[in-house]
């Protein structure tokens, strides 16, 4: 009795019995002590008696099918325990239920009917995340974090940057699903490749993927993978990325970027962790951690509906939102410094020192392609100025963009022209500034190449 009593207890809730009875038996076989309810009334009652570490609850306790009964229980849970994980159960087809679930405090979900390893991988990651969340000892320096976690491709102290990384210290170890925001050149990818390298998948591989560049005929294929014959250019058998990220981590960059059709591929994939590779009658089973990131406003796509609420809240179990460079300007010395010493040990050069003038001048300035501008304007700058000591006119010839202390109103007055207006006007801008490159104008606004064409069309513009 008192070794049952030590395994971590879940509350099932379900008015079916073949489900609470086929749930208890995957549990106990797992080393959980699973407590079943069939009635809400009863799911509370047991909380209240039971040392309870997560809930799987089902939506809906009658033949009612509103989810009504559900979300009940969940505020009820909520308001008595919150600090309890709780994972809803519904059909593929009442998924909108979970995600109004989800807004109202519930961890995650799952569909019926469900995979065992699903299930187990959930309770797991929710057990981790409520133990992360009662952590005392979170890190306050980055001297003490870096003594905990391996960061050492992160440059920085800024307290906003520091807080982004006790946060990925506290949830790295799990396997929940990560939405990193940002604009575009605030080290997005570093911020994924430092998950993946403190978690315990950090052996296995780490597979990046950049949405913005798949069209989206070719999502299937390169996310999933082709058997030669498959369809008329397939001459050989292709690996997708899920495969390849199997053990691992995958990171799918510019996530915002994806079609409508798409995003319903990679909510199915996400949710049941399953796929098909085209050509093929045969599912297979990926395990992979995902981490995701994008430079657009992914609330303002759901609510616009271009971006699907269910694969929003699939992704963003966990959110980290990236400071612009411009509100972390006590990290520009230390990047500086950084990018400096690797900059001229690659081209062979002797690194130069930056006047205190020069360096004040870069900590005033927007950048408004945040750390990867600021490594451009001191790559040019060593180039070209062949100094030992750097000085301020050696970063203006270099610099794009109003610095932070002279800012300017350069956007017409309001009622003048529409967002569609600007955005255009801003194209046909760009074009003309890089003469038509296309790589550099989609760089210069914080945009994909593909992303950059979609805009194109949009707007009859031929580059």
């Given amino acids: 009795m008192e ?40 799911a509370l009652a047991s909380l209240r008696e039971e040392r309870v570490e997560a809930v799987l609850q089902d ?26 994980p709780v994972i809803l159960m519904t059909a593929w087809g009442s998924i909108a ?36 969340t009662t952590d005392p000892a979170e890190p306050s320096s980055r001297e003490s974090l870096d003594q905990r976690f391996d960061f050492s491709r992160i440059v920085g102290a800024s307290d906003s940057l520091l807080r982004i990384l006790a946060t990925i210290g506290r949830v790295a170890h799990t396997d929940a699903s990560v939405l990193i925001l940002g604009e575009s050149g605030t080290g ?4 994924a490749d430092a998950i993946h390298r403190n978690s315990k998948r950090a052996r296995g591989p780490f597979v990046k993927v950049n949405l913005g560049g798949i069209a989206a005929s070719l999502f299937e294929s390169e996310m999933f993978g082709h058997l030669r014959g498959a369809f008329t250019d ?22 915002g970027d994806l079609d409508p059709g798409s995003q319903v591929k990679m909510l199915r994939v996400l949710q049941d962790r399953r796929y098909e590779v085209l050509g093929s009658s ?21 609510r616009e509906g271009s971006f699907r609420e269910d694969l929003f809240y699939r992704l963003n179990l966990i959110t980290l939102e990236l400071p612009p460079l411009r509100e972390r300007p006590e990290d520009i010395p230390l990047l500086v410094n950084h990018f400096l ?10 690194r130069p020192q930056v006047a205190p003038a020069a360096m004040k001048m870069l900590q005033r300035h927007a950048w408004p392609g945040n750390i990867r501008h600021l490594k451009q304007v001191l790559e040019r700058a060593l180039l070209i100025s062949g100094k030992d000591m750097l000085e301020p006119e050696d970063f203006r010839q270099h610099q794009t963009g109003p610095a932070t202390e002279t800012p300017t109103d350069v956007l017409p007055p309001v ?32 945009i994909s190449r593909a992303a950059l064409y979609r805009r194109f069309e949009k707007h009859g513009i031929c580059p």
């Fill in 3 to 42: 070794a049952s009593a030590k395994k971590p207890g879940v509350l099932i809730v379900d008015d079916d019995p073949s489900v609470t009875v086929s749930l208890s038996l995957l549990l106990k076989n797992n080393g959980y002590r699973p407590i079943v309810a069939h009635t809400p009334d009863r």
């Fill in 59 to 84: 939506m809906n306790f009658s033949r009612k099918t509103t989810g009504e009964e559900g979300l009940n229980l969940l505020a009820d849970i909520r308001a008595e325990q919150p600090q309890v």
């Fill in 97 to 132: 239920l979970a995600v109004k679930g989800i807004k109202a405090g519930a961890l995650d979900f799952l569909t019926k009917p469900w995979q065992n390893d699903q299930v187990l991988r959930l309770l797991e990651t929710a057990r981790e995340l409520a133990a992360g």
């Fill in 188 to 191: 997005k990818e570093l911020i």
């Fill in 234 to 255: 397939a001459v050989s058998d292709r690996k997708g990325r899920f495969t390849q990220a199997h053990g691992g981590s995958i990171f799918l960059d510019e996530i």
């Fill in 282 to 302: 045969r599912t297979i089973s990926v395990d992979t951690r995902v981490v995701s990131a994008t430079n657009r406003n992914l609330d303002a796509m759901v």
């Fill in 341 to 350: 010493g690797h900059l001229a040990q690659s081209y062979g050069l002797e």
């Fill in 415 to 446: 009622g003048d022209m529409t967002l569609e207006e600007i955005e255009k006007a801003m194209i046909l801008k760009s074009l003309k500034h890089f003469e038509g490159n296309v790589t550099k104008v989609a760089s210069s606004l914080g």
